[in-house]
């Protein structure tokens, strides 16, 4: 097992995510569409969901009064948000700073929860604003952030519950001969006995060479007694890290566990604040999953990312990795990225440009904002746009 000592901390550079403080945001056109469902390869499950069988790429794209745009993904059921509470905030903006603007789009979204749908889609739409700032500037966005480094490690993840013996191990086999020194899977669910999801762990651990790291994945399907009986049946293997075995709001019980076990505990995937985080570390988990575009802002993520350097836990993030792949390279040295391979892979199909996959990490494109760009003129041509709305100041 791998001790919590043996930890591989974050190590943050120069980066600077209060940058875009002084921008102004005069935005005149606001752009929702989405693109035909791209369908995976099989279904994809994990311990408390599924099946998932595509994916629905959505996208926002803003546009200011001197025709600069910036686009990212954003949710499709978070729709009325963005019509009811963005929208006036952004056209009433004008001359205004991002952080006067950041504060009302942020308690215009107070009744909607801090912790909840409003968080993330302004999450999403903080990405935007942060792909047009650095557009605006004809900057890569991790150089926009101050940052050099366009390269960030992966792991690859999978390893859905409805694979099962030799399909799963030729999974992890194929992503290991491709160079990711790590690899996650999950593991339970309902029906399954702890001896079946210990088999399953440890026969990929197995398998695997000793150098590749294998993480697990648990979907906080587990109450504590069960998650207390699974660490304790695993200690003589290595595994990276234990994600969410209960439930994530659980954190006495999440306290107990961590407590208890060697195994790196991970947590983080589920919070929309920055402001639970410190609580997270107390209840002594090892290893902060915070996502880019989950959290109500760009800078709640960075301030996460932060938090794990000072008391040297490591760091990883998913969401969808192409498009979070150069905030994970602005923080630098040990931050992980999480590349769900059966689910964003697919998304590929729809962008003329992305980060390149290579011996186990994704490289930035040196290009303008984000590093992203959909084929709309291709899928234009396809017939696999829907336009959502456009509206105008």
């Known amino acids: 097992m791998i001790s919590k000592d043996q930890v591989t901390p974050v190590h943050i550079q120069a980066a600077d995510f209060s940058v875009i403080d002084q921008e102004q ?46 686009e990212c993904e954003f949710p499709m059921g978070m729709t009325y948000i963005l019509k009811e509470i963005f929208l006036p905030v952004l056209f009433s903006s004008w001359g205004k700073t991002y952080l006067e ?46 940052a050099k480094n366009n390269s960030v ?58 150098e590749t790291r294998l993480a697990i994945d648990a979907n906080q399907f587990m109450g504590l007694k069960r998650a207390l009986e699974f660490v304790g049946n695993i200690e003589g293997h290595s595994f990276a890290w234990l994600e969410e075995p209960m439930h994530s709001a659980a954190l006495h019980e999440i306290e107990t566990l961590s407590a208890a076990t060697g195994l790196k505990i991970s947590y983080g995937e589920s919070e929309r604040s920055k402001m639970v985080f410190p609580s997270i570390v107390r209840a002594g988990v090892a290893h902060l999953q915070p996502i880019a575009g989950h959290l109500s802002s760009v800078k709640d993520w960075f301030e996460v990312a932060q938090l ?59 290009i303008p904002g984000i590093g992203t760009a959909v084929d709309w003129e291709r899928l234009t041509k396809e017939k696999k746009i829907t336009n959502h709305g456009i509206w105008k100041k």
């Open 25 to 70: 945001f005069n935005i005149r056109e606001v752009h929702l569409r989405s693109v035909a469902p791209i369908m995976f390869n099989k279904p994809f499950y994990d311990a408390t969901m599924g099946p998932f069988y595509q994916y629905k790429p959505c996208f926002l794209k803003l546009v200011d009064s001197d025709g600069n745009e910036g």
């Open 101 to 146: 603007l950041f504060n009302a789009l942020f308690w215009g979204i107070r009744n909607e929860g801090f912790r909840g749908a409003g968080a993330m889609a302004l999450g999403h739409l903080d990405r935007v604003l942060y792909d047009l700032a650095s557009k605006r500037m004809n900057l890569p966005l991790y150089r926009y952030l101050g």
């Open 153 to 210: 490690r992966v792991y690859a993840s999978g390893g859905g519950i409805n694979l099962i013996g030799e399909e799963l191990k030729e999974e992890c086999l194929q992503w290991e001969s491709q160079d990711y020194k790590t690899i996650k899977i999950k593991f339970g669910g309902f029906k399954t006995s702890v001896a079946e999801d210990i088999q399953r762990v440890t026969s990929i651990r197995e398998v695997l060479s000793p």
């Open 308 to 366: 794990a350097q000072r008391h040297q836990l490591d760091l990883s993030s998913g969401g969808t990795s192409f498009f979070n792949a150069p905030f994970l390279a602005a923080v630098g040295d040990n931050a992980l990225l999480e590349y769900l391979e059966p689910i964003i892979g697919p998304l590929s199909e729809i962008l003329s440009v992305r980060p390149q996959i290579s011996n186990g990490c994704f490289k930035v494109p040196d």
